[in-house]
């Protein structure tokens, strides 16, 4: 019964790729995305790909490092680790997800401890992670208001809806939402108990993480962020747009905020979206909108290709030391 929810499921995000994939490429004329490539700067792109990798093999992969490398005991296995998570996070069709092998990762190399304090480096850096740039949102969106209402034109005017309505039926869904979670609590006791002895256990190994890691989390989480900011500017000169370096944060939160949510396979189709609606908002045309958004899409599975040769090679080592 298990497999066969997680095979519907994953049908289900597939059908939700596909149809956002179709959307976007029904909507925009993709031989015009192909001329925006032909009319760029090469070196605009080739900053854009350094920027890229020093943000997630540098910056990102160092995150982790901070909070693993009493196991991991150097850097490049740090960076394997994180590679192998992409992997499975952005190019396989799995239910495992990148977090859930990095966990597993690393209780190979702790050994016998268990799994908690394996799970609290993982929710400390997801946490940190989205902390960072959501706070960094927080402060943007009051000076720049009017985006807001400018995505909710534009959004009104896809769905040919109009707000009362929209609002009504979203409203609806998402106490919908709320009741049937309510009524599983409710049923089911024992998922609440194990819910909140979830979070005594994290509290408790969290307190074993130090001041000074979190610290360097931050700041390293910060530095991501803003490497993978740079380069998507980097690729708006590239195709000769013009928005303020302000604006991308909000186009790193958008992409973030969508990654995070398991609506599809690899965030496919979902973050090409998101990254598209929020460049059409600040006014670029939507072929250099989707040409970036596959420029970004490209990069993500390079890096993943490369966790797959880590994971391979990792595969291979295990089995050779078990015989």
């Known amino acids: 019964m298990k497999k066969f929810k997680s095979t519907v499921l994953f049908i289900v995000k597939l059908l939700v790729a596909a149809a956002l994939i179709y959307f976007l490429f029904n ?18 792109l080739l900053w854009a790909f350094l920027a890229f990798t020093l943000a997630f093999g540098l910056f990102f992969s160092y995150r982790f490092h901070v909070l693993v490398r009493s196991v991991t005991r150097s ?6 680790f994180t590679a ?38 993982i929710f400390t850096e997801r946490f940190i992670g989205f902390a960072t740039i959501f ?8 000076f720049f208001i009017d985006v807001y209402a400018e995505a ?22 998402l106490l919908l939402i709320a009741a049937v979670l309510v009524l599983m609590l409710l049923r089911n006791k024992r998922i609440g108990q194990k819910i909140l002895k979830g979070l005594k256990d994290f509290k408790y190994r969290l307190k074993q993480i130090s001041q ?16 993978r900011g740079l380069a998507f500017y ?42 598209v609606l929020s460049l059409v908002i600040f006014g670029l045309p939507e072929e250099i909108a989707l040409g970036l958004a596959l420029f970004y899409r490209v ?25």
């Open 152 to 173: 909710w034109s534009l959004v009104a005017e896809l769905v040919h809806v109009d707000s009362r309505k929209f609002w009504l039926i979203v409203g609806g869904v």
């Open 75 to 80: 850097f490049y296995k740090s960076f394997q």
């Open 135 to 142: 706070l960094a949102w927080i402060v943007y969106s009051p």
């Open 27 to 44: 909507r925009i004329d993709f031989r015009q995305v192909l001329n925006t490539f032909k009319a760029g700067n090469v070196w605009y």
């Open 212 to 227: 000074r890691q979190l610290v360097f989390v931050s700041i390293h989480s910060v530095l991501f962020h803003a490497f």
């Open 84 to 121: 192998i998570g992409f992997f499975f996070n952005n190019f396989l069709p799995t239910n495992v997800g990148g977090d859930g092998i990095k966990l597993y990762l690393i209780k190979q190399e702790q050994g016998k401890e268990g799994w908690g304090k394996s799970l609290s480096y």
């Open 299 to 323: 990069f993500l599975v390079f890096f993943s290709l490369i966790g797959g040769v880590f994971y391979l090679t990792y595969r291979k080592k295990n089995k050779a030391g078990a015989q």
């Open 234 to 275: 980097m690729l708006l000169l590239y195709f000769g747009a013009i928005v303020a370096p302000v604006h991308m944060i909000f186009l790193l939160f958008m992409s973030t905020f969508i990654g995070f949510l398991p609506i599809s396979v690899g965030a496919l189709g979902t973050l090409e979206a998101a990254i």
